[in-house]
């Protein structure tokens, strides 16, 4: 499915390749920011359970980009391509935010790192994969089909840890909800978006202009 949010004044010269999941969060920082013309293109975050379709995928995208002479910068984490993500934007020169996945993009490094110290067992989840919680855990791993799945991927976690990026008491309560599901205890963070608005801001500093152009392929 595709859907696009546009507001255009001038021709985007920036464009940033993200994760499906990441989509809402980055178009709210885009809103936020009005220096710079920026085009938001993402992949589709079902793709996290078929890591070997972002790569060419993400290749797609940049050559679509070079063909129309923007300068390029990707919001994706590893998410599964066993550094071959990382190998292709060295080759192309191309810069992408700093960590692993998104849970550290949101959190930070330091934080990040201490909440693993506190609780090894520990599933993460954003407002994204709370929002989607039934698609892509209970249907997608099969789980509601086959209860006795449920032990056998979340046998060795002892907690859900809910990263927001917003202070929503809906989410907060479907959070919680997703805990008992899998029979984990729950804790809750605040984060906001973490690392993603000093990535924004820098990526319009190298590369923006004055209007904003923001055009969302959420597939």
């Given at each position: 499915?595709?859907?696009?949010?546009?507001?255009?004044?001038?021709?985007?010269?920036?464009?940033?390749?993200?994760?499906?999941?990441?989509?809402?969060?980055?178009?709210?920082?885009?809103?936020?920011?009005?220096?710079?013309?920026?085009?938001?293109?993402?992949?589709?975050?079902?793709?996290?359970?078929?890591?070997?379709?972002?790569?060419?995928?993400?290749?797609?995208?940049?050559?679509?980009?070079?063909?129309k002479g923007m300068?390029?910068?990707?919001?994706?984490?590893?998410?599964?391509?066993?550094?071959?993500?990382?190998?292709?934007?060295?080759?192309?020169?191309?810069?992408?935010?700093?960590?692993?996945?998104?849970?550290?993009?949101?959190?930070?490094?330091?934080?990040?790192?201490?909440?693993?110290?506190?609780?090894?067992?520990?599933?993460?989840?954003?407002?994204?994969?709370?929002?989607?919680?039934?698609?892509?855990?209970?249907?997608?791993?099969?789980?509601?089909?086959?209860?006795?799945?449920?032990?056998?991927?979340?046998?060795?976690?002892?907690?859900?840890?809910?990263?927001?990026?917003?202070?929503?008491?809906?989410?907060?309560?479907?959070?919680?909800?997703?805990?008992a599901e899998l029979?984990?205890?729950?804790?809750?963070?605040?984060?906001?978006?973490?690392?993603?608005?000093?990535?924004?801001?820098?990526?319009?500093?190298?590369?923006?202009?004055?209007?904003?152009?923001?055009?969302?392929?959420?597939?």
């Open positions: 499915m595709n859907k696009q949010l546009a507001k255009q004044d001038e021709p985007a010269t920036l464009q940033v390749i993200a994760c499906g999941a990441l989509a809402r969060e980055l178009m709210v920082l885009l809103d936020q920011l009005p220096d710079g013309a920026v085009s938001l293109t993402c992949l589709p975050a079902a793709w996290h359970n078929h890591p070997e379709k972002i790569v060419p995928g993400l290749k797609r995208k940049v050559a679509a980009a070079r063909r300068q390029i910068a990707v919001a994706y984490g590893d998410c599964g391509t066993g550094g071959t993500l990382d190998a292709f934007l060295e080759a192309e020169q191309i810069p992408r935010i700093a960590g692993p996945h998104c849970y550290e993009m949101f959190l930070g490094k330091v934080k990040f790192d201490a909440e693993m110290e506190t609780a090894l067992g520990t599933f993460f989840l954003t407002d994204y994969m709370v929002r989607h919680f039934e698609r892509i855990v209970m249907k997608g791993m099969g789980i509601r089909q086959h209860p006795e799945l449920r032990d056998m991927y979340f046998g060795q976690y002892t907690r859900v840890l809910y990263i927001a990026q917003t202070d929503c008491k809906k989410l907060r309560a479907k959070a919680v909800q997703a805990a029979g984990l205890d729950y804790e809750y963070r605040y984060a906001g978006y973490g690392e993603f608005a000093g990535f924004i801001r820098s990526l319009l500093l190298h590369g923006g202009r004055r209007k904003t152009q923001k055009i969302m392929h959420h597939l």
